[in-house]
Structures are given as structure tokens and as C-alpha cells.
């Protein structure tokens, strides 16, 4: 067996780019073990550890055990560091979040949250080997922006069906970005605090010298678009119908014809100018009141004023969207989807 004398976290958080983290480092997993550093394969294909970040918050005590020891199988490593000494590396997004529930974005709102919180990082702390030292790294982007990618995220997904000011009511305590650190910091270990904004312009090799990681790569994965937000609306306002997978594929595939608007400040997107999904400047305000910026890192204040939907349009474009669907249904673009796009432009 290897001896862990180090064991790295990567928390995530939730839309930071760590998706294309993990997929670089599940590529490079021999020069990593080459260099002392182990990022195990828990299970065929697996490129992170989301998958044990789930099981974990819906096991039975008594499964602790064999979660422990597949967690030590797949950290065989046949390479050390001089002292003979190896690093593990977790990398799960899902562990900024999650708590003790069945369903991933449940539980938030029952007043309980910190202590059911404080229950799942212990569970996950009980799973590490007996290191000498466990580091968690955790990456915050601003509130608005994650929320709103947050949002798009799991409507997109079928995992959340509610309106965006209810969806970031319902998930207040995961804006709370200092408690978020402390609780992390209390249960695991030492927390190192980054600003999405710090890693983005280079956001694969920025994380690795964040994370103290000794890789490089010339080309890293393009980070996966988000559809604009009047694509999310339209998708939220048809939320529990049987068709969402078909619904959702025509928003993944969606191409706007040419000279209409690109959605200002989303890279990435495309869409008309929907700047956001707040229905009103008191609906932000509380939102922002129970955000908190992360522990030891400047943070910007959100503008005073921020940029909201004008609802009767956001419906109106609804419909519209709701009409180019009907058509391609009708078209058969949902077997074709991007040759579909490609022909109507």
C-alpha cells in the first residue's frame, strides 16, 4: 500500500472550471504518480470523485468501511516521493455543497443545514488515510454569476424545477462563502481561499500552481458554454413536462441566426441581451444581504445597482423560443441537431 502522508482536497466550488481541472488531471494520472502524487480512478472512466462525494451522503454508517478500503485500493501508487511518501488528491465539486440527503439541492432550507453540513465532511473526513496533513482548496467566483450559473446548470440537468429568486432562497447558506471556509477548515484541515477570477485567463495551469501541483499542459479543454440565460428561462417555465431531455437538448444545440445580440458578460454564450433573472431590484437585495465574501482573499463588492429582467420580455421571448421548438420538432432537428442549426443560418 502507498503511504499517504499528505492529502489534497479540491472542493471545487461549483461552475470554476473544475471540470476541466479534473479531465486534464484523470489524463495525466502517471506523471502525477510519477511525482508522488496520487489521483485515484474510483471506478472505470472516472475522471473525479463526485461519484463518492454522492455515495457518501446516502450510505449507511455500516458501508463506511468499504468505502474506506476502495478508497485505499485505488490509491495504490507506484511512484513516491524520495521519503518514500505519497500525496492524495480528491477533486469533487459536489463536497463545497453537499449534505446528508438524498437529493443533492435538498436540505438547504430546513434550518438545520451547518450541522447537517459539519455530519458529511466528518463522514468524508473518516474516509481519508491517517495523513500527517489534509490541505482543502476551495474556489469561489462572484455571487451573482454563480448563481446564475448555478441555476442554468441544474435546470439544464432536470435537478432543480423552481424559479431562479426561489432556487437561491432555498440555497442561501451555499452563498455564504465564510461560513463555507470555516466549516471546511473546522472538519478537514488548513483551507486555501481562490477567487475564480484569479484562475481564469490560464484557469488548468493557474490551478494546478494554485494547488501546488507539478504539471503543465500546452492545450487545456475548452470550458463547456452555459445557454444563455432566455434559454434557461424558457426551460424553467416548462419544468416537470415528460420532454425535458428532448427540451434541453435543443437548448445545448441552440444557434442564434446572425446580427442578433450575444448575451453580454457571459463568455461563451450566445443570446439576446438577458442580463439576468432577477425580477426586481428587492429580490436581489435580499439575495445579495445573505451573501458572504470568502475569508483572507480580496473581494469586490457587487454594484449597488445591478442589472435586472423586464418579465413581460423574458415571457415574450419565452413564447418565441417556445415556437422555434415547435420547429424543430417539427423538422426532425431533434435527431440533427447541430446540422439542423447550421442549414437554417
Known amino acids: 500500500m502507498t503511504r499517504v502522508t499528505r492529502c489534497i482536497v479540491h472542493a471545487g466550488a461549483h461552475k470554476t472550471g473544475t471540470t476541466s481541472v479534473q479531465d486534464v488531471l484523470a489524463v495525466h494520472r502517471a506523471e502525477l504518480a510519477a511525482a508522488g502524487f496520487v489521483y485515484p480512478a474510483l471506478g472505470r472512466g472516472s475522471r473525479d470523485h463526485n461519484a463518492l462525494a454522492h455515495r457518501l451522503a446516502t450510505c449507511a454508517d455500516d458501508e463506511l468501511p ?9 490509491s495504490v501508487s507506484t511512484g513516491a516521493r524520495p521519503d518514500g511518501g505519497a500525496t492524495l488528491l480528491l477533486s469533487a465539486e459536489e463536497l463545497s455543497t453537499r449534505i446528508c440527503h438524498p437529493d443533492p439541492w435538498a436540505g438547504f432550507d430546513d434550518g438545520d443545514y451547518w450541522a447537517h453540513r459539519r455530519q ?15 490541505d482543502v482548496f476551495v474556489c469561489f467566483r462572484d455571487h451573482e454569476s454563480y448563481a446564475h450559473a448555478l441555476y442554468a446548470t441544474k435546470v439544464l440537468s432536470g435537478k432543480v424545477d423552481c424559479s431562479f ?45 494554485w494547488l501546488g501541483l507539478p504539471l503543465r499542459v500546452e492545450h487545456t479543454p475548452r470550458l463547456r458554454p452555459t445557454p444563455a440565460l432566455d434559454l434557461i428561462h424558457w426551460l424553467a417555465r416548462a419544468a416537470g413536462q415528460p420532454e425535458h431531455k428532448r427540451r434541453a437538448a435543443f437548448c445545448r444545440a441552440y444557434r442564434r441566426p446572425p446580427g442578433q445580440k450575444r448575451q453580454e458578460g457571459q463568455e461563451g454564450q450566445e443570446g439576446m441581451a438577458v442580463h439576468s433573472l432577477w425580477p426586481s431590484a428587492e429580490a436581489r437585495q435580499e ?9 483572507t482573499i480580496p473581494w ?18 419565452a413564447d418565441d423560443i417556445e415556437a422555434e421548438y415547435q420547429q424543430w420538432l417539427r423538422d426532425g432537428g431533434h435527431r440533427k441537431h447541430w446540422l439542423y442549426f447550421w442549414r437554417r443560418w
Open 300 to 317: 469586490a463588492a457587487p454594484p449597488a445597482t445591478g442589472r435586472l429582467s423586464d418579465p413581460a420580455a423574458l415571457e415574450r421571448r
Open 120 to 134: 458529511y465532511l466528518a463522514r468524508f473526513r473518516s474516509l481519508l488515510p491517517a495523513a500527517e496533513r489534509t
Open 287 to 295: 439575495f445579495l444581504h445573505s451573501c458572504h465574501p470568502p475569508p
Open 66 to 74: 468499504a468505502l474506506r478500503g476502495a478508497l485505499a485500493r485505488a
Open 165 to 209: 429568486t426561489d432556487f437561491v432562497r432555498r440555497c442561501a447558506p451555499i452563498f455564504d462563502y465564510t461560513r463555507q471556509a470555516e466549516v471546511l477548515a473546522e472538519v478537514l484541515g488548513p483551507v486555501q481561499v481562490q477567487a475564480f477570477d484569479a484562475l481564469r485567463g490560464d484557469l488548468v495551469n493557474l490551478s494546478f500552481a
